[in-house]
């Protein structure tokens, strides 16, 4: 396992993936950006950050129990991104990109977890 967060793939990935919502979204049109655009990059930025806060815990316990808690936000930022195609914020191709490196990121979180609950003590 890394010494620094920066060097975990999985923090790395969604935090290029929020950045990668932050562009989509502020190009959106005032309510579209401030109704769903708000609660998206709330929900994308949520993913690493609760990476991050696990990842800085001293207990193994509390750390898988920050992982679970970005693997909800990825599952609510899943949400926003049907919503935000079916409202026609971004199209089809956007939509099936965002959601292939919202799987891996999926995995990745998974496989971190696992790691995580295999070095811990009962």
Known sequence: MPYILEELEVY???????????????IW??????GVGKQLTSSVDSISANIAEGYG????????????????????????????YQRGLINEI???????????????LNGYIKVLKNNTRP
């Open 57 to 84: 815990r001293y207990f193994v316990k509390e750390n898988i129990h920050f992982c679970f808690y970005a693997r909800g936000s990825l599952l609510e930022t899943k949400s926003w991104i049907r919503k935000s």
């Open 12 to 26: 790395q990935l969604s935090e290029k993936l929020a950045s990668k919502i932050w562009q989509i979204v502020m």
């Open 94 to 108: 956007t939509y099936g990109l965002l959601m292939d490196e919202l799987e891996l990121i999926h995995r990745k």
């Open 29 to 34: 049109p005032a309510f579209e950006k401030f």
